[in-house]
């Protein structure tokens, strides 16, 4: 019996063991050594002994992750060594005079070293392990007390249960952010849109919110992580002596540190450090919201101090802030191309995310409703990177006694036809199609952009104008302009009249695929154009194939299928090819090639990340063009990841299968490798 015991208590140590090294070789490498699915075997063959044997089971067993019975409070805990908070920087004069200040106090006039690394926008933490098993997870709270949250901290992947390898302190507190990457954020409130549940305001709050749970298991399921960034509390051993050799050491101990952390030897190289994180904030993984510079020597650390609740050897440059409060002046419903009506707020201009925000979308009917907004609410404006700017949350306590609620139209704004939401969608569209006037705008300023006809010349001001003169009506009017009447428009001259309608005469002859896409067709994008002109080869070929047929086609599912095959039997719109044909407009057949035939025919590719020259629509598109199969997710059937920075758990799960991953360069060599010029 006690043989048999011995021999468990080794399979489950074995076990741990591995499973301990693949925890760490998957979070704090980011280099998974087994796939998933091997990880969770060894993780099922762990969890059904101690199930068998719950007397063996050890508070730093990984299969301890998973949350505990649910607290009814947390606990109020003390900081041996405060948790203190960071002072700010504004500018670069700022961060110059910060450098003056240290260089002063040290009496020093040569430079000094400083460690710099991204601020993630998250929580702080104070973790407390115990001869390298961790004891406590605390809050910061206000800097001297915070709460017990151990059971909590306790579910993150990228906490360690216990410390690796040895020479660590008896009584080590490691220091650090929790937070939220962006990809596991947007996934989170996407699911709780569809469960009506709690949806976010940003990564932060959810981190907050998600480590603050009195139900652990709650927190198990958010996706949350820690880098760490600093210790606190040291007994019984030594560190080393400068910030980022400790950095280093915590990263042996099974850490994740952040990958971007430098040393730079002067004042001016963090400032240029400062600028390149800058560029490179909107595509990293997570938020940040600005730079840490922290003298890198402790020695000189401890000389310098602290002043107040703030040390003098550290400074958080901050980057223009992401969210603002603004006034709320009013809602306006915009029609699009294909009648959704989408109401925009109009906004007190605001400075927000680097660039001053007057309008922000308010997506749906549903979305008012959910935000609970009026006009003349204040309310929280976000920008992130290149996203449309959002209205997050409403401050309710501002809100003026005459605000006024929002009543979604229930006839279109612009032509009075009928609005219709489709039982299951959460857009509402205007049923007026091409006799609605906005509609019609929209469809002609589509038809002439860049990807479409490209028309050179014609920008959505001037259809609005053409339109608004009644000098066209749609898309076929534009090849009957006269220069005359165009000329006579305002703030246009002969010589720009005469511009405009060249460059009508010159987008005349044009590709199937560009004519395909500039049709407007819903759901027919730039790549499924594409595709649609390489499977079929010509027009009358698209317009005479059932919804079968064209669910044939590689990406063309049921719903494209249908959008595809209704708009070609509507008779208007066979008058309008036919009408555009006999203006001119022209294009040559594609030879129809066999899937099977193209070069990367059977072959499955990704692409994540940010790309410089594409965006994502377009790399697919030339994928889709050699006969590659683009997918959203990395399997085992991947063939090839295209990644760019910001590229996540994608990359990491590519990584993990052994599928081949190529940066953007490698792709552009790829697509000219089977001449596309690009
Ligand atoms: O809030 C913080 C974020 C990041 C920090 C910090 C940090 O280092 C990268 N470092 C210190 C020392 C403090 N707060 C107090």
Not at 19 to 43: G, I, T, W
Not at 241 to 257: A, D, M, P, Y
Not at 388 to 416: K, T, Y
């Amino acid at each position: 019996m006690s043989n048999s015991l011995t021999e468990l208590q080794q399979k489950i140590s074995a076990l741990r063991d591995e499973l301990d090294q693949h925890n760490y070789a998957y979070y704090v490498l980011d280099d998974p050594k087994v796939p998933d699915a091997e990880y969770d075997r060894l993780f099922q063959e762990l969890k059904a002994i101690e199930a068998d044997h719950p007397e063996l089971i050890t508070p730093d067993s990984p299969t301890q992750r998973v949350g505990a019975i649910p607290l009814s409070a947390f606990e109020t805990v003390q900081h041996q060594v405060p948790m203190l908070s960071l002072d700010n920087a504004f500018s670069d004069e700022d961060l110059r005079d910060f450098d003056k200040r240290v260089k002063d106090r040290l009496k020093s006039n040569v430079d000094i070293e400083y460690a710099c690394e991204p601020k993630l926008d998250g929580l702080a933490i104070s973790l407390i392990y115990r001869n390298g098993v961790l004891e406590r997870g605390a809050t910061r709270g206000d800097g001297q007390n915070g709460e017990d949250i151990t059971q909590n901290v306790r579910t993150i992947g990228t906490v360690p249960l216990k410390l690796r390898g040895n020479g660590y302190p008896e009584v080590l507190e490691v220091r650090g952010e929790i937070y939220m990457p962006k990809d596991g954020f947007e996934k989170l409130n996407q699911q709780a849109r569809l469960d009506g549940s709690k949806v976010f305001v940003n990564p932060r709050n959810a981190a907050a919110g998600s480590l603050r749970m009195l139900d652990s298991r709650i927190t198990a399921k958010r996706p949350l992580e820690l880098c760490a960034y600093s210790v606190g509390l040291v007994e019984g051993g030594d560190m080393a002596t400068t910030h980022t050799e400790v950095l280093q050491q915590l990263n042996g101990w099974g850490f994740k540190i952040n990958k971007h952390m430098a040393t730079a030897k002067s004042i001016e190289e963090c400032l240029s450090y400062h600028q390149k994180l800058g560029e490179l904030r909107d595509g990293l993984a997570y938020d940040i919201d600005g730079i840490v510079f922290k003298v890198n020597d402790l020695e000189l650390q401890r000389e310098l101090g602290f002043v107040s609740r703030a040390p003098r050897w550290a400074i958080a440059y901050k980057f223009p802030a992401q969210e603002q409060v603004t006034k709320l002046v009013d809602v306006e419903f915009q029609v699009g191309r294909t009648g959704a009506v989408t109401p925009v707020a109009r906004l007190e201009p605001v400075f927000v995310g680097g660039v001053t925000v007057s309008n922000a979308t308010l997506h749906n009917r549903d979305e008012i409703e959910r935000l609970g907004v009026r006009v003349g609410d204040s309310v929280v404006i976000r920008r992130a990177g290149d996203v449309i700017p959002q209205v997050v949350s409403v401050v309710l306590e501002r809100r003026p006694e005459d605000a006024r609620e929002i009543v979604f139209p229930d006839d279109c704004p612009v032509c009075g036809s009928p609005v219709e939401t489709v039982a299951g969608e959460a857009v509402a569209r205007c049923t007026g199609g091409l006799t609605c006037q906005a509609q019609r705008k929209e469809a002609i300023k589509h038809y002439a952009s860049r990807k479409a006809m490209d028309i050179e010349g014609l920008g959505d001001k001037l259809v609005e104008q053409l339109v608004d003169e009644q000098l066209i009506d749609s898309v076929v009017d534009l090849y009957s302009l006269d220069l005359e009447a165009v000329s006579n428009l305002e703030r246009m001259g002969q010589k720009s009249a005469q511009n405009l309608l060249d460059g009508i005469e010159n987008s005349k002859q044009t590709t199937l695929p560009r004519f395909i896409y500039a049709l407007g067709i819903r759901e027919v994008g730039e790549a499924t154009a594409r595709t649609l002109a390489q499977s079929l080869g010509s027009l009358e070929a698209i317009a005479a194939a059932d919804t079968e047929q064209l669910q044939t086609i590689n990406d063309v599912g049921p719903v494209v299928a249908h959008f595809i095959h209704e708009w070609f039997c509507r008779a208007e719109h066979q008058q309008l090819v036919e009408a555009l044909k006999e203006a001119g407009v022209s294009w040559e057949n594609l030879a129809v090639k066999e899937v099977a035939e193209l070069p990367l025919a059977g072959q499955t590719y990704v692409v994540t990340g940010t790309l410089e020259r594409f965006s994502r629509d377009e790399a697919k598109a030339f994928l889709q063009e050699l006969g590659a199969k683009v997918a959203g997710s990395v399997s085992k059937k991947t063939q090839c990841v295209v990644t760019g920075p910001g590229a996540g758990s994608k990359l990491t799960k590519a990584q993990e299968l052994g599928v081949e991953v190529i940066d953007e360069q490698a792709f552009v060599d790829l697509l000219r490798g089977f001449g596309i010029n690009v």
